[in-house]
Nanobody, 128 residues
Framework: QVQLVESGGGLVQPGGSLRLSCAASGFNLDYYAIGWFRQAPGKEREGISCFSSTDGTTHYVDSVKGRATISKDNAKNTVYLQINSLKPEDTAVYYC?????????????????????WGRGTQVIVSS
């Protein structure tokens, strides 16, 4: 069974850090590009970062650039998203997903329409 499970969310004070995990089961992440998305209450889903399986490149949107790092542990079949200097506006449910064109896309995209398998998300609340 193909499954993605996010974890690592929680309540953190502004300025703090979190490392979110996206653990894959039922398939090998080596062959898939992974995107991280978030959805804040009352807002549309936003793609924030991605990791390419074809060339290892990464991408960050401006809202997290300089504060976020996406990485992959092949042995654990897990992708991580480290976010530092958290702000209240980072409060959201965070999701990971696999790109349906992972094996052919050069680079990666944060367009959610490109993604097929999604996890259920992990809640991040940034508040003092």
């Amino acid at each position: 069974q193909v499954q993605l499970v996010e974890s690592g969310g929680g309540l953190v004070q502004p300025g703090g850090s979190l490392r979110l995990s996206c653990a894959a089961s039922g398939f090998n992440l080596d062959y898939y590009a992974i995107g991280w998305f978030r959805q804040a209450p009352g807002k549309e889903r936003e793609g924030i970062s991605c990791f390419s399986s074809t060339d290892g490149t990464t991408h960050y949107v401006d809202s997290v650039k300089g504060r976020a790092t996406i990485s992959k542990d092949n042995a654990k079949n897990t992708v991580y998203l480290q976010i530092n200097s958290l702000k209240p506006e980072d409060t959201a449910v965070y999701y990971c997903a696999t790109d349906r064109l992972s094996l052919v896309r050069v680079g990666c995209t944060v367009d959610g329409q490109a993604y097929e398998s999604w996890g259920r998300g992990t809640q991040v609340i940034v508040s003092s």
